[in-house]
């Protein structure tokens, strides 16, 4: 586990980072993505759950980039008590936190399995960042086995679980590891976080998105690819006026 991260590939990584966005701006994703927590946990403090209604629930969804378009089909069958309901047990029930996070992924119907988990780490990070960790799956894809983390880690670690609970551990476990050796390497800012962390793998993601679309798509489809500030904006749901 010392060995986890590649720092090279790390380090290479910021530095191409570094000549599309600058620091400043990175910085700024960084206090978008802290706003972006403090409206999640006033809108999912313990004594709110139970009176959110379709409309609070779609509230929370627009900043959750994966679920966006999918909320209406998620409410429609999965019913907007069950997601209420699901959502107060996965914050705040008993039992570990793998046992929650895979019985809210079980309740959601109507979504794909990659939704189910990046709705269920975004609720859990972005309400207690500092006890829960984020997982999407532009950081880990189980079902192609790509992301960001793949970039800047070592071959061997498996982050692959029994269930979708448990791979969530182990993906917290890699993202703790990164977050550690950016501040150590001094590729990250210290006060920046978790969060910056966070905004460091999502340029590594885009910047491995550029590269694969310039190999397989025109020059003309990428003249339309917005610049990376954009693009990760998108990604981390804090694009729209709303959203931060």
């Not at 586990?1 to 701006?25: G, N, Y």
């Not at 008993?94 to 990046?118: N, Q």
Request: charged share 30%.
């Amino acid at each position: 586990m010392a060995q986890l991260v590649d720092t090279e590939s790390a380090r290479e990584f910021m530095k191409e980072a570094l000549s599309r966005i600058s620091a400043e701006e990175m910085d700024a994703m960084v206090a978008q993505l802290r706003a972006k927590s403090r409206r999640f946990q006033e809108r999912l403090r313990p004594e709110r759950i139970p009176g959110l209604g379709a409309d609070e629930i779609r509230a929370l969804l627009r900043g959750v980039f994966s679920a966006r378009r999918a909320a209406g089909v998620l409410l429609d069958e999965t019913g907007v008590d069950t997601v209420r309901d699901g959502i107060g047990r996965l914050l705040y029930g008993p039992g570990s936190t793998a046992a929650r996070f895979r019985e809210f992924c079980g309740l959601l119907r109507g979504i794909d399995d990659s939704v189910r988990f990046d709705l269920a780490s975004e609720l859990l990070h972005y309400n207690d960042p500092d006890e829960y960790w984020l997982w999407t799956r532009w950081m880990w894809n189980p079902r192609n086995q790509t992301g960001a983390l793949r970039l800047v880690t070592l071959d061997g670690y498996d982050f692959q679980g029994r269930d979708l609970g448990e791979t969530y551990r182990k993906v917290g476990e890699a993202v703790a590891f990164v977050c550690e050796t950016a501040k150590a390497a001094g590729f990250q800012r210290p006060s920046s976080g978790l969060f910056g962390t966070t905004v460091y793998l999502c340029l590594v993601y885009v910047i491995y998105l550029y590269t694969t679309l310039r190999l397989r798509l025109t020059q003309e489809f990428n003249r339309v690819v917005p610049e990376a500030p954009e693009l990760t904006r998108r990604i981390l749901g804090i694009h729209r006026p709303e959203e931060r």
